[in-house]
RNA sequence: GCCCGGAUGGUGAAACUGGUAGACACAAGGGACUUAAAAUCCCUCGAUCAUUACGAUCGUGCCGGUUCGACUCCGGCUCCGGGCACCA
């Protein structure tokens, strides 16, 4: 072993029951910052595989708080173990820096909110540099610089000429406080996601993207997320929100306007026995016209549905339209009546209503008195409908033609009754809407369009990108500066060289998210938003964490865009794939008493103060402990004190170095003492590769602490187990305290620094042992423990337990019917009465 | 209503494909060292019964099943958490 080089200069002040943290942490981060340890090599003849590992990136609000400490503690232990695994590691840091609270700021404090931007930006970068994560600063990119947002316009303007970005006038979600639109994904029971007041719909010009076009793909391709949580793909599954059936065309009696509505179930389409639309409808709009009584009703209808939280508990109410509509296949006509129930954003506004099969058309039927007409039985034929509508699938009755058939055929055969008949055909329809990116916003990306007069919305040039922000401007509350700023706004139009106007909306913050872990793979770049070969290099990510509460929002819309970027030709679809990351781990949150850490509870705990006391060792340390990754994390002081202390446990292990190898080897000690290294080790990598079950490596670790503290070394084998025990023990630490790592190493005589050291690797020969005890059972209940030869047979195991006194009174006046052996395990013995 | 999770000591949790339930920690209690404290070290720590030892019985939300053997698999529930929802 290396005794001989070993120089313990630990030795000289053991009287230090602490170690150091600040100035060992200090030291190191300076080392690691000159040495660039954390930089991957973009060099195509480096023969490492390829790792990216990222976490998601912080909006710089101020100060870093315990939930972004733990997710990048979970991130750095990950990036710093697949380095050891000898991987070319991409782990790279910036800023998600636009944003309403940076103007909120800019309000109270009377400055600019770039101002407060990238202040927050330098404290918060200061801090993560503290912690001691390995990013690769080299390639930090903050999304309020034009260097990063002009790649954003270039897209959106090339989404303009594919017809995938368009401006339209739509009924949308407004926020009064924030004074701006908000998309459908920000709306959480129908308030705003941020502040919480409760949204206004309006009528407004804004511009979408089309990702209702990605609907399908974005579907399908969820299939590829085996390493996602299950909960988040099904979330996404539910948001995109699929439903097959049929588009059925009803003519209007005594007009040429047609009623087009969507169903799921065209199997009922015979029981229709009226009509229900929303009423925004324009049939409904148009039968108000003459009639006082409808549009009132329609008036209560429109404002009810914003103001009402709690949507599902409301009445269900309705007024026949004094209209009528032809059945498709019947040619009877059935009254078209308006419904509060009734959606205009979701499918066509109207819906067909088969009160024998619908729970909800039964209930508005029975109150109305409207007719009801089962069309469907079950197997038996005695399906009731006189007390609740019947909605399972079944065989129609009532029917004419189409008597007999089952649901499922039934379904088809109508939608092809009526697509010959040119009344209707096969529709998919989905939940998810188009994603409206514009916001009424000053702090944001400028939307590169120039309105002109002649030629409408012109995407501004490649050329004349990017459209800078000013960053000078003060939001006063209200609407936004940027719509005052007439050096911004006024330009040619770049068509025909006419005075124009730029549009002075910016986007929606969640664009400049949705593709920055590809930027990362160029950060540099100024010719291309992305690289093709690093793309193919480095992309998709393979490890990305972060909080649970972007399952839908933002790993949505990043979806959507990298497939964006893969039909713009950026990078090869094939080679680097349709799914930006590859695996996800939703972290769970940082709690304390029982609830999520915020300032306005006042139950907050500062990361830096903690760091102060303990240093960042423990702090990492302490996260990774407490809980498992995806499990929320309850904050407990004597958890960090526990954790501090299990660090300078290991800290004084180094005391035991100078004691001098004497007396004789200990060779059963050592011997056990290299089997617990080697467990350990297997344990540790197993957890790392079974869903970073950080809290299991760690007790592993704790162990192997343990088993070194009461060793007793004994002659050179014993010194040198003990070394091994050690080296490892600092080796395996290092992904989650590195800098205490390092200084271990150095006392160790490391001949690199702990967190370059390759993980240590398993001595199958250390696993064996000749000797092991075997659990005796009697009928599954454990009864003794016998020391066998690993390899014993059942018979003489058998014998053994027999033999043993403990065992041998459970067998007394017993029969024995049965003897399991579970190698290396156990002995069962199956008995019954003599 | 639909879709996902989860339920193990006082607490956070562990148990790889069914094989010694409670590793590792926190808290608590007791002891050692100390003039004292801090720090450190040692012991106890699921419940009940028993005891001079040895021990025995029960125990992973509830009921049932499969198995030599179930925290783990199957069927049926209860409760808790999360997501979606007048979605046609």
Redesign the pocket.
Known sequence: MLLGELRVSHSGNCEH??YDAQNIEIKWQKQWAESGIDVPSNDASDQRANYYCLEMFPYPSGNLHMGHVRNYCLGDAVARYKRMQGFNVLHPIGWDAFGLPAENAAIKHKRPPAEWTYANIDQMRGQLKRLGLSYDWSREIATCKPEYYRWEQWMFTKLMEKGLAYQKEAEVNWCDPCHTVLANEQV??GACWRCDTPVVKKNLKQWFIKITDYAEQLLDDLDQLSGW???VV??Q???I?K?S?AEVSFSVENSDEVLD?????PDTLMGVTYM?V?AAHPLAVKAAENNTELAVFLKECSTI?TKEAD??T????GMALGVNAIHPITGEAVPVWVA?????????????SVPAH?D?DYDFAKKYNLNIKQVITNAAGDADVSEAAYTDAGVLINSGEFDGLKSGKAKKTITHWLDSHDKGEERI?Y?LRDWLVSRQRYWGTPIPVIHCDDCGAVAVPEKDLPVVLPENLQPTGGSSPLAECEAFLNVDCPQCGKAAQREADTFDTFMESSWYMNRYISARSETAMVDAEDMQRWAPVDQYIGG?EH??LHLLYARFYHKLMRDMGLFDGEKVGSEPFKNLLTQGMVLMDGTKMSKSKGNTVDPSAIIERYGCDTARLFTL????PE????W?D??V???H??L??VW?LFEKLNADAVGEDGEKSVKDLRRTIHITIEKVT??FE?GF?F??A???Q??L??AL??FDIQGESGKAAFVEGLQALVTMLSPFVPHFSCECGEVLGFEKDAVMMSWPEVDAAALVQDEI?L?V?I?????G?IMVSKDVNQDDALALAKADS?VAK?LEGMAIV?V?L?KG??L?I?VRPA
């Open positions: 029951k602490h959480e029971d949580p299950e909960k099904g979330m599954r539910n948001w929100g439903s059936g509505i969507f169903t799921t179930r229900a929303a549905s949507v599902a409301m009445e269900k109410k509060n129930f009734v959606l205009m954003g979701y499918g066509t506004g109207a819906v067909m619908d909800r329809q939940r649970v399952a839908v402990f407490a809980a498992p499990k929320d994390l309850e407990e004597s958890g004190e526990g954790a202390r299990f300078n446990r004084r197993r957890a079974h079950a809290n299991v760690i007790a592993a704790m162990e602490a343990n503290q009461s005890a659990v059972q009928q599954g209940k454990k009864r423990e403990a459970w049965k399991i579970v395990r156990l069962n199956v």
